[in-house]
């Protein structure tokens, strides 16, 4: 079964930038679409980001496109999150996921094999 590690969280200012990894071991991560989440205090658990499995084809929450850009080095069983223009409505525990099931890449339901999310706080 994979394991999922998530790093590189911390606190930034608003207008600032942080790159998460998500790093998987006990399995192999190009057997996987892989998908980003965030959860706020008090909220949903949200898609943010997915990515095919060899990382061609990439989909974004409107709330992050055009600041986030997800990449993968299946070779280092490795999925990074950069993250720019970083606003405080990004605050936020971040996840990485393995996608297993369905077709619209952003449910919850549609991931399994979650890390213990990384936070990033985003102060203005």
């Known amino acids: 079964q994979v394991q999922l590690v998530e790093s590189g969280g911390g606190l930034v200012q608003a207008g600032g930038s942080l790159r998460l990894s998500c790093a998987a071991s006990?399995?192999?991560?190009?057997?996987?679409?892989m998908g980003w989440f965030r959860q706020a205090p008090g909220k949903e658990r949200v898609f943010v980001a997915h990515?095919?499995?060899?990382?061609?084809?990439?989909t974004y929450a409107d709330s992050v496109r055009g600041r986030f850009t997800t990449s993968r080095d299946n070779a280092q069983n490795t999925m990074y999150l950069q993250m720019n223009s970083l606003k405080p409505e990004d605050t936020a525990v971040y996840y990485c996921?393995?996608?297993?099931?369905?077709?619209?890449?952003?449910?919850?339901?549609?991931?399994?094999?979650w890390g213990q999310g990384t936070q990033v706080t985003v102060s203005s």
């Open positions: 006990g399995g192999t991560m190009s057997n996987y679409a």
């Open positions: 996921a393995c996608h297993i099931a369905g077709s619209t890449w952003s449910e919850v339901h549609e991931y399994a094999y």
């Open positions: 990515s095919s499995w060899n990382g061609a084809i990439t």
